[in-house]
């Protein structure tokens, strides 16, 4: 088995890394900590030949090749080749190395002409991940890309069970700088099995072709991935961790942590104690936010009612009409002063009401619809037959021309009255009427959309269950419409201290001057909707009851856990410290056994319950020995079948049967003992 | 039921206790006329130069008859746009338009006199 990692870089790349020093010592501990077979540099977007040269004769018991990681296409690239033509290498680098200086990818057809035959190299692109290439780049170009390469174990291990598929690789995207932090970087190479020394190119292609001979760690199996450089490996699946009292459980997964979580949001840690610390108030907030697109969904249609009355300006209406009404009073009241201008009727002239009606094009969209849809043909024809439709649609077409060439007709008409009465008022010395901007359907419309608007507003403040989902086999999510109950729980809606909504919520009971009274905070007019009614959510548990502050933790956990199926990794360290066993049994066990088909999952304890019950994959078992006055913790593991478990370089081992009885019973005899009393409280009972 | 009258050379309208001259009109007045004319029956005298004898009354009525007739001419269409206003999120909130008062006054009047303490009924 060989060991490799393709992706390091050595130099920083303004916008790509953050500043480092490259240090070949650092490089040099780097290789020999991991055990690392073969090396590839693949820095962005160029290749340094003289670096290369130096970092190739100076590395000791490793192969090096070259390589460049390129912006290609709308992803990244790893190009690698093989290290005996390194002045071609170098000339082709350089290309690319020109083309990105004034552009931001390099396309197919560019990375062709480069490279010319792509066959003589390994193609890897980021797969599954950030910068990840599109499919359709994959496969025009499949017969030079077969590896893709993963950020997790999780994602290796999903990849490698498909038969068909790229195969996946897992690489650290190491800086090798000074200050570098070696042990963060265990666990993320690739193994490939070949007996091929020394390393070649081809034979790495080789082996990375198929599946069945590349692995993430050294034993040769798919189900098991390596997290130390000393060769500890953990399952793909449900890993348990035993130990006593301070002998390095929790550092276990604090390391695991480092390892794999780079960019903070890889894996999800259940810390000790965590869950119960969540106090009633932020419990709430947890769940309306986790749950908000319940309230989302129940508003929606609202929002677009909102979203339209909003544009109602009652109080320019109601000028609007009172400046009308003075102006046509005043004028009549002028009638004996009237000049020729005044007289003439297009002075006061009322412009057409123009409105849009819409039912005729429905109409003729619903005809269209029925004469091209094919798979309800026959029935149509049936009832309704084609000749008829056409017939219609003709006349309805022309109906519709003729409205239109009306609408057309009177707007010019309007266009004409509005110029001539702006001239002859000029001319006249009458007191003008203010006809134009008052109309009677639009003042009706206005005044049935408030009608509505405010009959919609008292339905959706009635204290209704809008939702009402399981969670788990106890608990169960309530949803609950209904109206805000204060002015406090406005401001809380509104996540800011500064706007005062005492004074408005006096208007709340009339939802149209409320929502006017709204308009003049300063509040984004398209969250409006959302000061109308409050959703409040209720954790129920099997008994329909809310539940306690114990059960508020037990939810918690469940929520956490249903939540680790977004990540890479789940960590729990000693869930029987906040939960009883009856909860752990029946309802925690089965999700974590169910999440650990997903995802690799780590659960520190003490607890039987928790440790065997659940039958997990794999066991590690932490001791700390003290001997000659120093302490020493050691790491076993084995599965559950085995009776030995070892250290990583197999060199001590303890007898599992006593591990697991000591960690979990607390010893052969406590555990017998306890099992006389059992029975004789059974034999009683 | 006739909102708009022409009789003895002047033209009233119906304030929904009495017919008032038509110079006298207020827009609270013509905000009511349009109500009625939105609803059910709503009869006017036709405009009628020679039955309506004031220049002024003339120029008013006129005015408003016109209006109010457009407005009736296209009350088909506007029952129609009506119909179909909010329709999806009165279907899905189940709420009850009939109940809503028409006098957007006396809700003005009532909320002038509501605080926070008077919520519970809602």
């Given at each position: 088995m060989k060991k490799i990692d393709f992706h390091i870089h050595t130099v920083p790349v303004n916008g790509k890394d953050s500043s480092f020093t490259f240090n070949i010592e650092k490089f040099q501990h780097y290789i020999d900590e991991l055990s690392i077979d073969a090396v590839a540099i693949t820095n962005h977007n160029l290749f340094n030949l003289e670096q290369f040269e130096t970092i190739s004769s100076t590395l000791q018991n490793v192969i090096v090749f070259p390589g460049i990681e390129i912006d290609f296409e709308d992803g990244h690239l790893l190009l690698i080749g093989e290290n005996n033509n390194l002045q071609d290498f170098d000339q082709k680098c350089k290309l690319i190395s020109a083309k990105l200086n004034c552009r931001e990818k390099i396309t197919e057809v560019e990375l062709k002409e480069i490279f010319k035959d792509l066959s003589d190299y390994l193609l890897i692109p980021h797969y599954a991940q950030r910068r990840e290439i599109s499919k359709h780049v994959i496969n025009s170009l499949h017969d030079y890309i077969f590896v893709g390469e993963v950020q997790s174990p999780k994602k290796f291990y999903k990849l490698i069970k498909k038969e068909s598929g790229l195969t996946p690789v897992l690489f650290s995207d190491v800086r090798i700088s000074t200050n570098l932090d070696i042990e963060k970087y265990q666990g993320n190479q690739t193994f490939i099995k070949t007996d091929?020394?020394?390393?070649?190119l081809t034979a790495i292609i080789t082996a990375l072709?198929?599946?069945?001979?590349?692995?993430?760690?050294?034993?040769?199996?798919?189900?098991f991935f390596q997290v130390f450089g000393d060769g500890q490996k953990l399952s793909h699946g449900l890993n348990i961790v035993l130990g006593s009292r301070s002998s390095g459980k929790t550092f276990f997964l604090n390391k695991l942590e480092n390892i794999f979580d780079k960019d903070g949001n890889q894996i999800k840690y259940i810390r000790q104690f965590d869950l119960i610390k969540v106090d009633e108030e932020e419990f709430n907030k947890i769940l309306e936010k986790e749950r908000s697109n319940v309230r989302e969904n129940h508003l929606s249609c609202f929002r677009k009612v909102v979203d339209d009355v909003v544009k109602i300006d009652r109080r320019t209406t109601s000028y609007e009409m009172q400046e009308y009404l003075e102006s046509l009073i005043k004028f009549a009241k002028s009638e004996e002063i009237q000049d020729e201008f005044s007289k003439?009727?297009?002075?006061?002239e009322i412009p057409f009401t123009i409105h849009t009606d819409n039912s005729l094009e429905t109409i003729l969209k619903a005809i269209k619809s029925l004469l091209e849809n094919k798979e309800y043909k026959a029935v149509i024809e049936k009832y309704l037959p084609e000749v008829n439709l056409r017939n219609l649609l003709n006349e309805l077409k022309k109906q519709f021309k003729e409205k239109n060439k009306e609408k057309i007709r009177k707007l010019w008409v309007n266009n004409i009255i509005e110029v001539v009465a702006q001239k002859l008022h000029e001319c006249s010395s009458s007191p003008s009427i203010k006809?134009?901007?008052?109309?009677f359907y639009d003042i009706a419309l206005e005044r049935e959309k408030i009608k509505r608007f405010n009959a919609i507003v008292k339905a959706i403040q009635k204290e209704k269950i809008i939702d009402n989902r399981s969670f788990g086999e106890k608990f169960k999510v309530q949803a609950l419409v209904g109206p805000f109950l204060s002015s406090q729980e406005l401001r809380e809606e509104s996540k800011t201290r500064d706007i005062a909504f005492s004074e408005v919520f006096k208007?709340?009971?009339?939802p149209f001057e409320y929502l006017e009274e709204l308009k003049k905070l300063s509040i984004d007019r398209a969250s409006l909707y959302r000061y109308f009614c409050k959703v409040r959510y209720h954790v129920l548990n099997e008994y329909d009851k809310p539940v306690s502050g114990g059960e508020q933790s037990e939810f918690n956990l469940l929520k956490a856990l249903q939540d680790a199926r977004q990540f890479e990794m789940l960590l729990i360290d000693e869930p029987e410290s906040s939960f009883d066993n009856i909860f752990l049994k029946d309802n925690v066990n089965q999700m974590i056994k169910e999440i650990s088909k997903e995802l690799p999952v780590v659960v520190v304890t003490h607890n039987s319950t928790v440790g065997m019950s659940m039958q997990p994959d794999y066991i590690l078992y932490t001791k700390r020995e003290t001997s000659t006055g120093n302490d020493e913790y050691y790491l076993y593991s084995g599965s559950l079948g085995d009776s030995k478990f070892k250290t990583a370089d197999g060199t001590r081992e303890v007898d599992s049967y006593t591990a697991i009885l000591d960690t979990l019973e607390a010893g052969d005899i406590a555990y017998k003992d306890r099992a006389k009393i059992y029975n004789n409280l059974k034999v009683k009972s | 039921m006739k909102y708009l009258e022409i009789k003895n050379n002047k033209g009233y309208y119906f304030n929904d206790t009495q017919m008032i001259e038509i110079d006298q009109i207020n827009k609270e007045d013509l905000l009511k006329l349009i109500i009625h004319a939105e609803e059910g029956e709503f009869e006017m005298d036709e405009y009628d130069e020679n039955k309506l004898q004031n220049k002024s009354h003339q120029i008013i009525y006129k005015n408003l008859y016109d209006k109010l007739k457009d407005f009736r001419n296209n009350k088909e269409q506007f029952d129609r746009e009506v119909d179909h206003l909010y329709a999806s999120a009165i279907g899905e909130y189940g709420?009850?338009?009939?109940?809503?008062?028409?006098d957007e006054k006396d809700e003005k009047e009532t909320s002038d006199t509501d605080d926070e303490n008077n919520l519970t009924n809602i």
């Open positions: 091929v020394d020394p390393l070649t072709k198929d599946k069945n001979k590349v692995f993430l760690s050294n034993l040769e199996q798919h189900d003439a009727a297009l002075f006061k006809l134009i901007g008052i109309d208007k709340y009971k009339h | 709420a009850d338009i009939q109940v809503e008062k028409d």
